[in-house]
Antibody, heavy 119, light 107 residues
Framework: EVQLVQSGAEVKKPGESLKISCEVS????????IAWVRQMPGKGLEWMGI????????RYSPSLQGQVTISADKSTSAVYLHWSSLKASDTAIYYC????????????WGQGTLVTVSS | DIQMTQSPSSLSASVGDRVTITCRAS??????LNWYQQKVGKAPNLLIC???SLQTGVPSRFSGSGSGTDFTLTISSLQPEDFATYYC?????????FGQGTRLDIK
């Protein structure tokens, strides 16, 4: 069974760093892209970026480039989303999600990680 | 980036109603159009991919159509569990983009 299990909710202050995780199981980790999707409070879904764990090829949404870093660890079958300096506007639910190749939909989602940034 | 525009943004309907949601792309995306359902407090769930291919386990009252720039999601007879927010998404080119969502409420 394909599963994407995300790390728990976080409460942080502006300026702090944070790394959240997405551990996958039930398929060959290296062969599917993993995306991060943001959902700000009461808002829609926003594509942040995607990584191919097989070779760590990473693509970012132009609007978010430089604001976050996506990485993958094949030894633990995990993908990470990292902020070096959080802002209040980063408050959102973050979903990791699996995608096949170009043109493919997202077929499996993690349960979401709520990140709250407040002073 | 390809812009995806859904209409309506919200919709009130009754159990048993037939409902149609439309999605328009800012340029042709062939049939690289997917539909997701999101219930409150839950992750989205893939309903339809490739504009019209129903995912395994999705009830047949859901259907999708369209190609190029104009697409529709139809629910033939609304059931209580269908009240949710629906998103279209293009997977034709990066960055992948979503529509703004259509919230379907009980009338």
């Amino acid at each position: 069974e394909v599963q994407l299990v995300q790390s728990g909710a976080e409460v942080k202050k502006p300026g702090e760093s944070l790394k959240i995780s997405c551990e996958v199981s039930g398929y060959d980790f290296a062969k599917f892209w993993i995306a991060w999707v943001r959902q700000m409070p009461g808002k829609g879904l926003e594509w942040m970026g995607i990584i191919y764990p097989g070779n760590s090829d990473t693509r970012y949404s132009p609007s978010l480039q430089g604001q976050v870093t996506i990485s993958a660890d094949k030894s633990t079958s995990a993908v990470y989303l990292h902020w070096s300096s959080l802002k209040a506007s980063d408050t959102a639910i973050y979903y990791c999600a699996r995608r096949g190749g170009t043109g493919s939909p997202i077929d499996y989602w993690g349960q979401g990680t709520l990140v709250t940034v407040s002073s | 980036d390809i812009q995806m525009t859904q209409s309506p943004s919200s919709l009130s309907a009754s159990v048993g109603d037939r409902v149609t949601i439309t999605c328009r792309a800012s340029q042709s995306i062939s049939n690289y159009l997917n539909w997701y359902q999101q219930k409150v407090g839950k992750a989205p769930n893939l309903l339809i991919c490739g504009a019209c291919s129903l995912q395994t386990g999705v009830p047949s009252r859901f259907s999708g159509s369209g190609s190029g720039t104009d697409f529709t999601l139809t629910i033939s007879s609304l059931q209580p569990e269908d009240f949710a927010t629906y998103y279209c998404q293009q997977s034709y080119s990066n960055p992948v983009t979503f529509g703004q969502g259509t919230r379907l409420d009980i009338k």
